[in-house]
């Protein structure tokens, strides 16, 4: 992943068992999401602070979109119980988790295969403009860091 390079396309299924692409968000920022698992503690704080702040993302011309390994079902009861106001979309097959190098090879408890805490900025012509992967779960990515980047792209 190197920054000012196009973005690795992907297509996966939303918690509204819809297809998304990242070729939806032409024309607009995107900001991609990585986390490890729904409903737990720190990603459901990571993205309740999305939820809570998104027409901060909206005036810097961008969308939110949030990926993990868990099931599109799964998916959609985290979202519907959390009110997240975004796509959650199931890699399920871990192909773009590891394409975006947000996997770890044994997470906890033993459990491999699942996403890395990350947080990428792709531009309206889909180049990437912001990469964090973090190998440490207990931690949220620095949001500021992705406003400053969308106010840069402005």
Known sequence: MTIGQPAPDFTLVSSDKQPVSLTDYKGK??????????????????????????????????????????????????????????PLLSDFNKEISTTYDSIYETFAFGMKGVSKRSAFVIDANGVLQHAEVLDNAGEVPNFEAVREVLNRLQ
């Open 29 to 86: 920022n995107l900001v991609l999401l990585f986390f490890p698992m729904a409903f737990t503690s720190v990603c459901t704080t990571e993205l309740c602070e999305m939820r809570d702040n998104i027409a901060t993302y909206q005036g810097l011309n961008a969308e939110i979109t949030a990926i993990s390994v868990d099931s599109p079902f799964t998916l959609a009861k985290f979202k519907e119980d959390q009110n997240l106001n975004f």
